[in-house]
């Protein structure tokens, strides 16, 4: 199917702590995915994003992981901060014969403890 | 660069009623999405353009919602009559290339059916 899922609807960190959020993509022809960030009240945001010929790819204080044998992906936040909360959606991008999409999955909520 | 803008943030209606969202994506962005976020859900795809050609609409309920392109740069979606289930908000988004290139979002409309 079309899905993109994610293991746990919410997770709740120590600040300073690493964070990593997981999902699960169902469509194994996807050759490219994304991770969104969105505050309340705000349009996603764009964090980072990987191409399905790679396995690993890391920005500032993120690291996205991409399992294709398993048909996971990873999010990793280094040295969680008050500012990380907020809900975190994967998306992958879906190409049929006639056109290319991007599919969302439902998000995780990440909290800050301080 | 100016992100993408979308008017009104919020509407209220009642059902039946009829109701109009405008988006201008960035600028030289040829591909623009809308997509309808129920409040605890991930954006769900309603239409892809591709400059002021539709490329992908099976997930707009034709039957009353509708979406333009004129001259390739604004949108408009719009919702005639409007049910109660239609109370989301309502994100635009704008792609720099046709695939493999991430999304950028506005901060959507709210729209409450009542």
């Known amino acids: 199917g079309e899905s993109v899922g994610l293991h746990l609807p919410t997770l709740s960190v120590q600040e300073g702590d690493n964070s990593i959020i997981n999902c699960a993509y169902s469509?194994?022809?996807?050759?490219?995915f994304i991770w969104y960030k969105q505050e309340s009240g705000k349009g996603p945001q764009f964090i980072i994003d990987i191409r399905s010929n790679m396995d690993k790819r890391q920005g500032q204080r993120v690291t996205v992981l991409l399992n294709k044998t398993v048909k996971h992906l990873s999010l990793q936040i280094a040295a969680t901060q008050p500012g990380d909360s907020a809900v975190y959606f994967c998306?992958?991008?879906?190409?049929?014969?006639?056109?290319?999409?991007?599919?969302f999955g439902s998000g995780t909520r990440l909290s800050i403890r301080p | 660069e100016a992100g993408v803008a979308q008017s009104p943030r919020y509407k209220i209606i009642e059902k039946r009623q009829s109701v109009a969202f405008w988006c201008n994506p960035i600028s030289g962005h040829a591909t623009l999405y809308w997509y309808q976020q129920i409040l605890g859900q991930g954006p769900k795809l309603l239409i892809q353009f591709q400059n002021n050609g539709v490329v992908d609409d099976s997930q707009l309920p034709k039957d009353r919602f509708s979406a333009e392109r004129l001259k390739g740069v604004d949108s408009t979606l719009k919702i005639q009559p409007a049910k109660l289930e239609d109370s989301a908000v309502y994100l635009c988004a704008s792609q720099q290339g046709s695939y493999n290139s991430p999304l950028h979002f506005g901060n959507g409309t709210r729209l409450t059916v009542t």
């Open positions: 998306a992958e991008n879906i190409r049929d014969s006639s056109a290319s999409k991007i599919i």
């Open positions: 469509n194994s022809a996807s050759d490219y």
